[in-house]
């Protein structure tokens, strides 16, 4: 089996919010990480989605032709996931030629088979501005929530999708203005209506989806496909090969998912081995797909990118698993890019390193319901569980080991009734945190990773080395021995989650790069690093976050 990891394409408006982060990225990177750890191969797809009107918006915005503008916005973000440790096996962008060339091809197929029709539309036309205003150059007011700053294709508070002339009071984001006209114009149209039987039997096959995932494309099935447009009025995009749509691209929601494809094929190329491509997505054997995104996103992975799949009538891969997310809120609102709500991913950088956010995230994951960050949450995450949990125990371990027994594994003792306990504990834990991921349920994983940490702090608190150390120095070298066999598990455990922290503990238990990458699933073995071997005492691997930093951080980010 080999595994395809997707992870919704980030926007390349702008440096994405840990909402995002947490609702996509983060946990494919968890998953991918553990599949590797386990020996499987996976290959991690991503790309920034760079076509559309807010690409445009914010490259007007920034001073910058949209070319320049995107280029600079992907080498920022594939920085910032770098620093987060994301361990994309390729992170490429949808204005590639590879990317335009697909796209071609998807719509050529579609239309061969009769998936395509040409309408005349009324679409709104902007006086000051001299052109066709696209969905998101216009806002307004949602007629369904009264969301004030709707766009012109889906309001981001309550997600229903839109028809600009939907909205209440609809002004132009490009210049504010409200003199606006409805005109005709021609575009192409993707026949849903055709293609919602096979996408409805598609759906009722997939049997390991989410509640989350499931009830949202069964909404759209039964409230009834609609035809979409799939053709705007913009010169940034991929071009529309078909006589009289010249000056026309396609909507970037048609373009978009086939970026996983064309990022693929990026990989290929840069692996020199230009057609590897086509045994993850065309005709592939044995290959399990698994994508991640927030629940905006859903929609268009459960129905419009299988139509348009199934309408090829070619042999694409399809997602084996959709792994939707809730929204992470911030005191009371949702995370938001385009409101430039809550906390974006370089500053979160600047604030405490990667791990710190990527354990706390999460752990906070708004899998079954939203879920609330706070600071004083994320203060509880660091402080009790990394800093005390896991942190103090390594280094008092190490410390005390280094101390009493000069830098070396110590000798002696025979395990008793407590070792055997904790073997069992570990054990449990261990499987179960298998599980977990296996079952993509990383708030569950955090909370059984968290469990197994503590188990090393009550087994060291009930055999206490350092008073064993005065009365049986024998006993106390079996309980050191021990515990420092439990720190290799820890980072063996932790390292899909908390990796550079984990990379810390093996550099001071100074592993070898074969036992660094030992399956989970076979970890617990309290006989690993035998009597005599050396170590070394690592810096405190995690600080704590002081009630006055706190109280600084929300009057900062506006937390309330």
């Not at 987060?84 to 060339?101: A, I, M, N, Q, V």
């Not at 348009?308 to 939707?324: C, F, H, N, Y």
């Not at 956010?357 to 319901?369: D, H, V």
């Not at 569980?385 to 025979?414: C, Y």
Request: negative net charge.
């Amino acid at each position: 089996m080999q595994y395809l990891i997707t992870s919704a394409l980030p926007y390349i408006n702008g440096i994405k919010h840990l909402g995002n982060l947490v609702g996509s990225m983060l946990p494919a990177d968890v998953y991918s990480r553990f599949l590797r750890q386990e020996g499987e191969s996976v290959l991690f797809i991503c790309a920034t989605d760079e076509h559309g009107t807010p690409a445009e918006l914010a490259a007007l915005e920034a001073g910058l032709d949209v070319t320049t503008y995107c280029q600079k916005q992907h080498e920022r973000q594939a920085e910032i996931y770098r620093g987060f440790g994301l361990s994309f096996d390729y992170f490429g962008r949808t204005s590639s030629p590879d990317h335009h060339e697909l796209t071609q091809h998807f719509y050529q197929r579609l239309d061969e088979n009769g998936f395509m029709e040409e309408r005349e539309i009324r679409q709104v036309y902007s006086h000051e501005d001299n052109r066709f205003l696209p969905d998101r150059y216009i806002v307004g007011t949602c007629p369904y929530c009264g969301y004030d700053r709707a766009r012109g294709d889906q309001c981001e508070n309550c997600t229903s999708v839109l028809d600009p002339t939907d909205l209440i009071e609809p002004r132009s984001a490009v210049s504010g203005s409200t003199n606006l006209e409805v005109r005709t114009t021609k575009h192409l149209f993707l026949k849903l209506t055709t293609l919602s039987d096979e996408v409805r039997s598609w759906v009722d096959n997939q049997q390991e989806w989410t509640t989350l995932t499931r009830s949202i494309a069964l909404k759209w099935l039964n409230e009834g496909l609609q035809d979409r447009c799939i053709t705007r009025d913009l010169s940034w995009g991929v071009p529309v090969p078909r006589p009289g749509f010249e000056g026309k691209v396609f909507y970037v929601w048609f373009d978009a998912p086939i970026g996983y494809i064309s990022a693929t094929k990026g990989w290929a190329n840069q692996q020199a081995e230009a057609d590897n491509w086509k045994s993850w997505w065309y005709d592939s054997q044995d290959i399990r797909h698994v994508q991640f995104m927030a629940k905006d996103n859903l929609p268009f992975h459960t129905i419009m990118w299988p139509a348009m799949i199934l309408g090829t009538r070619e042999p694409w891969t399809m997602a084996d698993d959709i792994k939707g997310f809730n929204w992470l809120t911030y005191y009371g609102g949702k995370f938001s890019t385009s409101s430039k709500r809550g906390i974006f991913s370089d500053q979160a950088l600047e604030i405490v390193p990667a791990d710190y956010w990527r354990y706390a995230l999460i752990a906070m994951s708004p899998e079954s319901a939203d879920s609330a960050f706070t600071w004083e949450l994320f203060q509880i995450k660091i402080n009790k569980d990394l800093a005390d949990n896991l942190g103090n125990f390594v280094n008092r371990i190490l410390k005390f080991a280094n101390s009493r027994f000069k830098g070396v594994i110590p000798e002696g003792g025979t395990p008793g009734e407590a070792e055997q306990r904790l073997q069992e504990s570990c054990e449990s834990l261990i499987t179960k945190l298998s599980n977990c991921l296996q079952n993509l349920e990383f708030r569950k994983a955090a909370e059984t990773l968290c469990a197994l940490w503590t188990v090393g702090n009550q087994y060291i608190d009930e055999r206490a080395p350092w008073a064993l150390f005065k009365q049986n120095k024998e006993e106390a070298a079996l309980v050191i021995r021990t515990s420092i066999n439990l720190i290799r598990l820890y980072a063996i455990a932790s390292n899909p989650f908390i990796p550079f922290t984990a990379e810390k503990i093996f550099d001071a238990l100074q592993l070898s790069e074969t036992e660094r990458t030992q399956r989970l699933t076979q970890a617990v073995d309290f006989n690993a690093l035998v009597a005599g071997r050396s170590f070394a005492v690592p810096p405190p691997l995690f600080r704590k976050l002081e009630d006055t930093e706190i109280e600084e951080l929300r009057q900062q980010f506006g937390g309330e």
